[in-house]
């Protein structure tokens, strides 16, 4: 058969194999921004240390792609960290921004880029007093203009015009509880970034609809200043975290402690709904979980059902992405949170006489489960860590049961909880006492003996369910709020497995470190009883027609990348946790060597596309909280 190929023709095909090639390995766009990976992996190239340890010196990332500069928030000086990013493996600091230039005591607290401008959430002093957005120009850092918004204004994001800078002003009380500014979002229009202007989208609409929200299921548990009621829903709602969707018409802000989702019409600039995420029942098998950290002498893993244990999703970060049946959809880290103001203050935890402690001090709804079922009752931990609010609930001399209807599993009887208190069942799990007991139909507690009898007179509140914070996982919902996939175990599982391996080389087992801390030496276990991993930082990337979640996990560390492409079979794709040197013991009064502990407590990610990148390919951006150190990803890919 005569060749399909003449001569000509040949040089021409290796002349394109060659070009191809050449492109490829120049980091060539087409590649990497056009064509669907089949395979992605991450690879640690580069990264800066601020040089301090444990002050959140590293914290919320940006990246402008004209300049090449990263900008990371440095919660430790209260400025904004400037790198120049041109070679991504050897980051350098070039520059800082102070917020004081713009507001007197002003501490950054959050930065989102785009198209060469910055704007910057200054957090006033004290933080319940307004605070203020700056713009900035990404390349020359010159300052634009500065507008006045909400109290403790956090987390901002460009709408995609980027015609306008929202800001989740997160008006949390004041650390004495003697001020509880309302929550709120503020729409900074920037067209002209020297003038820019505010509209506010408010929750005071609400006010008067707080025990309808409540039957919804919007944890709403906030006291008033004084103690003697209940703050309003605009004081009860501290916003989060901003998404948009694609087409810039819709918000959705995550409203963490009150485990809810509140929706924004960008045009009117106003909250249409609230809508509560419901509750994660451990009972289930796809939704097991480790909740000791102490199993007899020696923690190990112990990933189990807990019946009647629910966990509140109370997503930290979350993102919107349109998926390809055309619908837009709400990714969610499902870090959990408690309310707990005035834990420094002793008033609030009662006296050295075992008293009741002074409910105008603090609010703390977190309490271990053990403290809360003990046959003692409650004043055995006043001037230790009893919240005044629940020894004022339960009577002044009252205690907690667990109905043994519910809590047989784990050894409880009528009066007595027996086993579900050691540490290798429920004792050390910390929950919300604010929730779970049983109730009449006005909300007042249902009351029991200490046999375990109702009883009128008694002062036992009955726990029929105990809910626990964070979800452990990552969550898809629908524009609605209607969850329709959670990563259920998948989490814990992978960290237990033989298949999760930690370190920049991935040689060593992650189960050897299985739910450690961030700002300790590690150790087995040590987050199982609060809130294990804490999936927190989230940033999608768009490769191709794929869309890839990058999920920071607080305390574990580490990011995990999951292909979430399609919203209700999202698969997991890779993880990197680039903490080194696990063994190291860290001091109580001195900063391990940075060098050689590597990245400790991702914050904030920020993905930049292969088109935007300094090398042609894409990256990720990782502010690492604990070590104070921003890493540089690369995102390898395979098709």
Known sequence: MTSLFTSSRRQLFCLSLVAVAALSAC???????????????????????????????????????????AFVVNAQSGKLDVLDLSDPKKPRKVGEVDGTSVLARGEVNSVAVQKGLVAIAIQAQPKTDAGRVALYRAADLQLLGSVPVGALPDMLVFTPDGKTVLVANEAEPSDDYQSDPE??????DVSTPSRP??????????????????????????????????????????????????????????????????IVDLAKATVTDIVPLGYKDHGLAANALDVADSDGKNPVIQIATAPNVLGMYQPDAIAAYQAGDGQTYVVSANEGDARAWGEGTPAYFGNGAKGPGDVTKGFVEEWRVKHLVHKDGFLRRADDDLPAHLIALAKGNGGALLNPAHFAWCGAVAGDPKTCRDDDKLGRLKISWTQGYQTHADGSPVWYNAQGVANANGNRLMYDKLYAYGGRSISIWNAQGVQVWDSGAAIEQFLASDACKLG???????????????????????????????PEGLALGTIG??????????????????????????????????RENWGTVFSATAAPALDSVGDLGPEGLAFIAAKDSPNGKPLLLVGNEVSGSTAVFQLNLGY
Not at 183 to 188: A, K, Q, R
Not at 229 to 252: F, H, M
Not at 504 to 529: I, P, V, W
Request: include cysteine; aromatic fraction near 8%.
């Open 183 to 188: 929550g709120s979002i503020s729409l900074v």
């Open 504 to 534: 920049a080389k991935r040689d060593s087992a992650c189960s050897t470190y299985f739910n450690t801390g961030h700002d300790a030496t590690a150790k087995l276990d040590a987050r199982s009883s609060a809130k294990g991993p804490e």
């Open 27 to 69: 980091g060539g766009s087409d590649d990497e921004a056009e064509r669907s990976p089949v395979s992605l992996q991450l690879e640690k190239i580069g990264g800066y240390s601020s040089g301090v340890f444990l002050q959140s010196a590293a914290e919320i990332p940006a990246f402008d792609a004209a300049s090449r500069r």
């Open 545 to 578: 027609s794929k869309t890839f979640a990058f999920v920071g996990l607080e305390r574990m560390g580490g990011v995990l990348v999951f292909d979430i492409t399609d919203p209700k079979a999202p698969q997991r794709v890779d993880y990197l946790n680039t």
């Open 197 to 262: 202007t505010v509209r506010t989208a408010d929750f005071k609409a609400f006010n008067g609809r707080a025990a309808e929200l409540a039957a919804k299921g919007v944890r709403l548990l906030g006291p008033s200043a004084d103690g003697t009621g209940k703050a309003t829903v605009a004081q009860d709602l501290e916003p989060e975290y901003i998404a948009v969707s694609p087409d810039g018409k819709t918000a959705w802000v995550s409203l963490q402690e009150n485990n809810a989702l509140a």
